[in-house]
């Protein structure tokens, strides 16, 4: 059973930074990708940003140049580190891991608030 752990979040001044960690547990070594998405209030699930097996990184077109996301492949965790925060990445913070090609074989944390306000 894969079960993951969030850490990090709360409330960030606009241009301020923050980071996330999140931890998997019961995961295969070889899964398919992890990372974050995120949800707004009235708005849709979107990409935030994905370490892909094979070392390949992905970003969604909001955040690109301000997030980074690394990988710990010894302790199975990823990082998002946020800098340049804007109000508009105010959102619950999911972590997710797929350990196989297939939305399928999706895991979700239970996600984490980051509210950025002055």
């Known amino acids: 059973q894969v079960q993951i752990e969030e850490l990090g979040g709360g409330l960030v001044q606009p241009g301020g930074s923050q980071r996330l960690s999140c931890a998997s547990s019961?995961?295969?070594?070889?899964?398919?990708?992890m990372g974050w998405f995120r949800q707004a209030p009235g708005k849709e699930r979107e990409l935030v940003a994905l370490?892909?097996?094979?070392?390949?990184?992905r970003y969604g077109d909001s955040v690109k140049g301000r997030f980074t996301i690394s990988r710990d492949n010894r302790k199975n965790m990823v990082f998002l580190q946020m800098n340049s925060l804007k109000p508009e990445d105010t959102a619950v913070y999911y972590c997710?891991?797929?350990?196989?090609?297939?939305?399928?074989?999706?895991?979700w944390g239970q996600g984490t608030q980051v509210t950025v306000s002055s």
């Open positions: 019961g995961s295969p070594f070889n899964m398919y990708h």
């Open positions: 370490w892909i097996t094979g070392g390949e990184f």
């Open positions: 997710n891991v797929r350990t196989k090609l297939t939305p399928d074989y999706d895991y």
